[in-house]
């Protein structure tokens, strides 16, 4: 494993909290641990759910720092066809990272540039099924690669084992270019898998349904730790 691998992250992803208590759910898990929170956007159209926009975002982004008053990044996943106006938007709204499928773009390297001229960092997402090439033409643009463990659309789903082996490209692509780019994973991470995760290559884990289906989101984040450490 590369030693210069960057600190771990937990982003929990509000997708699996309580909306009708969204800003208090973003500072409970903040003074939990969340290191990032995870923004799961969703249009009934790239995938089958629908739901919150750049208004929603703004809307948390005074709730998403820490008793001290640190930022907490927003991490903005676009699961979302087409991708750039919303992008920008989202850039508007306060977000930090904003990641989006290559898939959902006709033109990829724009919808980068796009998100970059906001002065956002860029992610791009890959699918169970889809491969990394487009990395290829794109690695040094970016800042993040986000890998699905599941397919996109909806929390609570089961791990699908195929992505640690696409994780593990994903690492070797970043050694070889050198970059300070962040791997994260999303979908069905849980305490109990978290180190196989971490272990195949990712620095940074969504989890949705296994942090907010709990009562005491703190011991489970500290039970990710401690399965990291
Ligand atoms: C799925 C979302 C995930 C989801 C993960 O489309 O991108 O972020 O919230 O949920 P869990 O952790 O419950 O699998
Ligand atoms: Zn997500």
Request: some cysteine.
């Amino acid at each position: 494993m590369n030693s210069t691998r960057p600190t771990f992250r937990i982003a929990p992803s509000i997708l699996s909290a309580d909306f009708a208590r969204l800003g208090e759910e973003v500072k409970n898990v903040i003074d939990a641990g969340a290191d990032w929170i995870h923004f799961d956007v969703m249009d009934n159209h790239y995938v089958p759910n629908l739901t919150f926009g750049p208004m929603i975002c703004q809307a948390l982004k005074p709730h998403a720092k820490t008793a001290a008053g640190l930022a907490v990044p927003i991490d903005v996943h676009l699961m979302i066809s087409p991708v750039d106006a919303l992008a920008a938007s989202f850039a508007d709204a306060g977000a930090d990272l904003i990641s989006f499928h290559p898939d959902a773009s006709a033109h990829v390297h724009r919808s980068v540039q796009a998100i970059k001229s906001k002065g956002v960092k860029a992610g791009l997402v890959f699918n169970p099924a889809e491969s990394l090439d487009v990395l290829e033409w794109t690695i040094d643009e970016i800042d993040l690669i986000l890998i699905m463990s599941v397919n996109p659309g909806f929390g609570g789903q089961s791990f699908i084992d195929s992505a640690l082996r696409k994780v593990e490209l994903a690492r070797k692509w970043i050694e070889r270019s050198g970059k300070d780019i962040r791997l994260e994973v999303d979908g069905g991470i849980k305490p109990d898998n978290i180190r196989q995760v971490a272990d195949a290559g990712a620095d940074t884990f969504v989890a949705g349904s296994a942090i907010f289906g709990k009562p005491d989101y703190k011991a489970v984040i500290d039970q990710m730790r401690v399965a990291l450490a």
